[in-house]
């Protein structure tokens, strides 16, 4: 088998996966009505590097916004550690399985940056956290930057599909 075939044969493969983790989404993705639940439980997932300070002010913003349901027990907010680069390349996975099973549990999740493994780096060939994320929970995210420099324009273009809910927005980093 010459290797053109080879690799219609492999890209079918992963074409025909995609296509039953899209159909499967589809048909068992109902939007969730927060409103409906009797708490919402947000998950906070620090990262590693500057992400654990990131999160640490993003947190504090968020459980300010939301005291009066934190208090109600409307709102629970729970700490998940260990997405580092250092338990991850231990584990060898973009999510290490007891950070997975604690982040399924959450019905939202704040998560900080995470180192992602480059050629040339001292960390292990693994898969990107977010990218494990993105499939474990499936969601899809696309993020653009657009930078016109002469115009002073640094922006992010984000969609983002959280279990049916699609949310759009721009974000200036100027």
């Known amino acids: 088998m010459n290797s053109i075939e080879k690799a219609k044969i492999h890209f079918e493969s992963l074409l025909r996966k995609q296509l039953e983790r899209v159909e499967s989404m589809a048909s068992s993705t109902q939007p969730v009505n927060y409103n409906e639940l009797d708490k919402i439980v947000i998950g906070v997932v620090g990262g590693d590097g ?37 338990n991850r390349a231990k584990e060898k996975q973009g999510i290490p399985s007891q950070v997975l099973q604690d982040i399924k549990k959450c019905n939202v999740i704040l998560k900080g940056p995470t180192t992602t ?15 494990a994320m993105r499939r474990e929970l499936d969601l899809f995210a696309n993020v653009r ?4 420099p002469d115009q002073g324009i640094d922006w992010v273009f984000f969609t983002r599909i959280l279990k049916g809910l699609t949310q759009l927005g721009t974000k200036g980093l100027q």
Not at 55 to 82: F, P
Not at 123 to 131: G, L
């Open 145 to 148: 930057p657009v930078q016109v």
């Open 117 to 131: 493994p480059r050629a040339g780096d001292a960390w292990p060939n693994i898969e990107s956290a977010n990218v």
């Open 50 to 86: 500057i992400g654990p300070s990131i999160t640490a002010q993003a947190q504090r913003l968020l459980e300010y916004m939301l005291t009066d349901s934190v208090k109600e027990g409307r709102v629970e907010i729970h700490n998940i550690d260990g997405l580092t680069i250092e």
